[in-house]
């Protein structure tokens, strides 16, 4: 992928993951919904029935407390992008999930009810609503956890593209820059020899720099054919390709140029 160890192809393969433990939240609500219908409408529920939803709501706020702490924690390690937000959530998560189990087991140690241990009536209303919120707030938090490592991860691609754009666009110069030379050099062995290229005359190499600058070859002297100017059209020309190189990696233009490319294709 785009960075060593595979750090964004993991990433990629954890956002399933978190989407998967959001989706385990209906687990948890849809057993009490139905509980909670059957009593408003007054129809009778079995034991076996009961105790059987039950079951599959404990094993739901399990796999999205214990599964959406453990997922929010990976994406906290790795993730930049709202990271303040999830650190926020995974100790929300955290406290709700103490908070709803601590009771549990505590009653459970002294042989009492739930009811019996809570006591007041305003710590039964608090345990229910955090039992009723706990696994809600989980479930967003992994949804927003596996939208930052997308994030992230599509951000790391189109950086690696741009960076691809920049080094073929470097490729051409230096191709351009050798037709250039290539030219010069003829034009310096047709001075020596008395027979210099004529102004209209297009050699192989001229044809080349032509193309590659987008301006016709041969066009001045020879003291202005060594002048190199800037190919992104700033008006500017160096005296060597080491300058105009140089001069490239801030180049005004060429940058607008660039970010209208990433822009266009984003």
């Given at each position: 992928?785009?960075?060593?160890?595979?750090?964004?192809?993991?990433?990629?393969?954890?956002?399933?993951?978190?989407?998967?433990?959001?989706?385990?939240?209906?687990?948890?609500?849809?057993?009490?919904?139905?509980?909670?219908?059957?009593?408003?409408?007054?129809?009778?529920?079995?034991?076996?029935?009961?105790?059987?939803?039950?079951?599959?709501?404990?094993?739901?706020?399990?796999?999205?407390?214990?599964?959406?702490?453990?997922?929010?924690?990976?994406?906290?390690?790795?993730?930049?992008?709202w990271?303040?937000?999830?650190?926020a959530?995974?100790?929300?998560?955290?406290?709700?999930?103490?908070?709803?189990?601590?009771?549990?087991?505590?009653?459970?140690?002294?042989?009492?009810?739930?009811p019996?241990?809570?006591?007041?009536?305003?710590?039964?209303?608090?345990?229910?609503?955090?039992?009723?919120?706990?696994?809600?707030?989980?479930?967003?938090?992994?949804?927003?956890?596996?939208?930052?490592?997308?994030?992230?991860?599509?951000?790391?691609?189109?950086?690696?593209?741009?960076?691809?754009r920049?080094?073929?666009?470097?490729?051409?110069?230096?191709?351009?820059?050798?037709?250039?030379?290539?030219?010069?050099?003829?034009?310096?062995?047709?001075?020596?020899s008395?027979?210099?290229?004529?102004?209209?005359?297009?050699?192989?190499?001229?044809?080349?720099?032509?193309?590659?600058?987008g301006?016709?070859?041969g066009?001045?002297?020879?003291?202005?054919?060594?002048?190199?100017?800037?190919?992104?059209?700033?008006?500017?020309?160096?005296?060597?390709a080491?300058?105009r190189?140089?001069?490239?990696?801030?180049?005004?233009?060429?940058?607008?140029?660039?970010?209208?490319?990433?822009?266009?294709?984003?």
């Amino acid at each position: 992928m785009v960075e060593p160890g595979g750090r964004w192809q993991r990433a990629a393969s954890a956002e399933p993951v978190g989407v998967g433990v959001a989706l385990a939240a209906i687990l948890v609500q849809a057993p009490r919904l139905v509980l909670a219908v059957l009593a408003a409408d007054r129809q009778p529920v079995g034991v076996d029935a009961e105790r059987a939803l039950l079951v599959i709501a404990g094993v739901g706020t399990a796999l999205v407390l214990t599964g959406g702490n453990l997922y929010l924690a990976h994406a906290i390690a790795r993730v930049r992008r709202w990271r303040r937000a999830l650190a926020a959530v995974w100790l929300a998560v955290l406290v709700s999930s103490g908070g709803l189990v601590v009771p549990l087991v505590a009653a459970g140690l002294r042989g009492r009810t739930l009811p019996q241990l809570l006591g007041s009536e305003l710590l039964a209303w608090s345990w229910s609503l955090l039992a009723a919120l706990a696994h809600e707030v989980t479930a967003a938090g992994c949804v927003l956890a596996a939208a930052a490592a997308a994030g992230e991860r599509l951000a790391a691609v189109r950086r690696a593209a741009e960076g691809s754009r920049d080094r073929e666009l470097d490729e051409l110069l230096q191709q351009r820059d050798a037709a250039r030379g290539e030219l010069a050099a003829l034009r310096l062995a047709g001075a020596g020899s008395g027979a210099p290229w004529p102004a209209d005359h297009h050699s192989p190499a001229a044809g080349s720099s032509s193309r590659l600058a987008g301006s016709p070859a041969g066009s001045g002297a020879g003291g202005h054919a060594a002048a190199l100017a800037c190919p992104e059209g700033c008006g500017r020309s160096f005296a060597s390709a080491q300058a105009r190189s140089g001069h490239l990696r801030h180049c005004a233009v060429r940058r607008e140029r660039l970010r209208r490319l990433a822009a266009a294709d984003s």
